[in-house]
């Protein structure tokens, strides 16, 4: 069976400052794994993915994620938040059914 | 760009009474989904469907829900008597390659539907 946790509720970030968002997985086989945002009252958008390729993947708006697989973690980060990244945050695992994390809600401050 | 749209954006019913959810995937998608996210928990997979059969469902997805596709473009999810714990966001995703979500497929979330059980 896979899982994903996220290891943090809330994060809370200055505008301009690096983002880390953490997460672990686990998987019998090789995982496919992505990044969702999904900003107040809209659906989840996709942030990026990876499937095996290479490892540092990047995705929009300046956001990538380094799989690690003897951590077994794929945290997403960005150099510098915008005041527009303040939305929730899951991480995903795809078997056969796409497995979501808890989710991080991120806030940025002015 | 293609979007998956999702009507309506809210739905109240009463307990006992049928709804039905109602998806337009991207046009040139071949496998469909159902999720719900409960207030404060996490989004749930309810089933996947491919060639107009179910093709995986969780054990959320019990008798009382169905989905269809009834013509060439809406997929739909019915939940034949709500309860108040059928309350939730539900959102229908799309992808165009291999259902069982192997590598490199990407599935595409609508806006979600978010329902309301009294």
């Known amino acids: 069976a896979q899982s994903v946790t996220q290891l943090d509720s809330h994060v809370s970030v200055s505008e301009g400052t690096p983002v880390l968002l953490r997460c672990n997985y686990s998987s019998s086989y090789s995982p496919s794994l992505f990044w969702y945002v999904q900003h107040p009252n809209k659906g989840l958008q996709l942030l990026l993915k990876?499937?095996?390729?290479?490892?540092l993947v990047k995705g929009i708006n300046g956001f990538e994620a380094e799989f690690k697989k003897s951590e077994t973690s794929f945290h997403l980060t960005k150099p510098s938040a915008h005041m527009s990244d303040a939305a929730e945050y899951f991480c995903v695992v795809s078997d056969r059914a796409l497995t979501f994390g808890s989710g991080t809600r991120l806030q940025v401050q002015p | 760009e293609p979007e998956v749209t999702q009507t309506p954006s809210h739905q109240v019913t009463q307990m006992g009474q049928e709804v039905i959810l109602r998806c337009v995937p991207i046009s040139n998608h071949l496998y469909f989904y159902w999720y719900r996210q409960i207030l404060g928990q996490k989004v749930e997979f309810l089933v996947s469907f491919y060639n107009n059969e179910i093709s995986e469902k969780s054990e959320i997805f019990d008798d009382q829900f169905s989905v269809e596709r009834p013509d060439g473009s809406n997929f739909t999810l019915k939940i034949r008597s709500t309860k108040l714990e059928d309350s939730a966001m539900y959102f229908c995703?799309?992808?165009?390659?291999?259902?069982?979500?192997?590598?490199?497929?990407?599935?595409?979330f609508g806006p979600g539907t978010r329902l309301t059980v009294l």
């Open positions: 995703a799309s992808s165009h390659l291999s259902g069982a979500g192997g590598p490199g497929d990407t599935q595409y």
């Open positions: 990876y499937t095996s390729a290479a490892t």
